[in-house]
């Protein structure tokens, strides 16, 4: 090995320590916001079918698993996890306002459904001209594309059909545990608008 292809082997599993940092960085970003450290992990395991379409439709297209494809997963984690905080969000606004975890759990699924489906379908849309593309570079459009399309796919069309079901477990687990005794549930900046 000499030269460029040196240097890609020497590097080769820095892809695995980046999507771990990905995954990390999204974890902890989501239990600050649910100030949880339980209901993220309906988020995060929503995450892999959407991984598994990626891999689907490169294999499908006999592309390779290579930094193109790499990209399109770290950006996969990014639009995937859009889709399970909508759900997860309203779901736990609802549950706050009195609603029992099934009912916020259904009502978050039925009411970000369209919304889900419509930004996911143009996003794959607008990727269709990437995974066909064609003249110079068509293999690093193609890839991005394949990857990127793929996941969001498979993973809209789990995500939908999973997500309330992850919130509705970590939610059931979350409501019985109570990990500081006398918690307020209002959260801190809420108290700061309201002294105001």
Same mark, same amino acid.
């Given at each position: 090995?000499?030269?460029? +292809?040196?240097?890609?082997?020497?590097?080769?599993?820095?892809?695995?320590?980046?999507?771990?940092v990905v995954i990390i960085f999204v974890y902890m970003v989501l239990a600050a916001q649910y100030e949880s450290f339980?209901?993220?992990?309906?988020?995060?395991?929503?995450?892999?079918?959407?991984v598994f379409g990626s891999f689907l439709l490169l294999k499908g297209f006999g592309l390779a698993n290579d930094i193109?494809?790499?990209?399109?997963?770290?950006?996969?984690?990014?639009?995937?996890?859009?889709?399970?905080?909508?759900?997860?969000?309203?779901?736990?606004?609802?549950?706050?306002?009195?609603? $029992?975890?099934?009912?916020?759990?259904?009502?978050?699924?039925?009411?970000?459904?369209?919304?889900?489906?419509?930004?996911?379908?143009?996003?794959?849309?607008?990727?269709?001209?990437?995974?066909?593309? +064609?003249?110079?570079?068509?293999i690093g459009n193609r890839t991005i594309g394949s990857a990127a399309a793929g996941g969001m796919l498979l993973g809209?069309?789990?995500?939908?059909?999973?997500?309330?079901?992850?919130?509705?477990?970590?939610?059931?687990? +979350?409501?019985?545990?109570?990990?500081?005794?006398?918690?307020?549930?209002?959260?801190? $900046?809420?108290?700061?608008?309201?002294?105001?």
């Open positions: 090995w000499e030269g460029l +292809s040196f240097d890609e082997a020497k590097r080769g599993n820095e892809a695995i320590l980046i999507f771990a339980l209901l993220p992990l309906a988020v995060m395991l929503s995450l892999p079918a959407g193109y494809a790499q990209v399109g997963l770290v950006m996969l984690v990014g639009l995937l996890g859009k889709n399970a905080v909508l759900i997860v969000e309203f779901a736990i606004q609802k549950h706050r306002a009195g609603a $029992t975890v099934l009912q916020a759990a259904m009502e978050g699924a039925v009411v970000r459904f369209r919304p889900i489906l419509m930004t996911s379908f143009a996003l794959i849309a607008g990727l269709i001209p990437l995974v066909f593309a +064609s003249g110079p570079g068509k809209t069309i789990c995500g939908v059909l999973v997500i309330p079901g992850l919130y509705y477990i970590f939610g059931r687990i +979350s409501e019985r545990t109570q990990y500081v005794k006398n918690q307020e549930e209002n959260p801190l $900046t809420e108290e700061i608008d309201d002294n105001v």
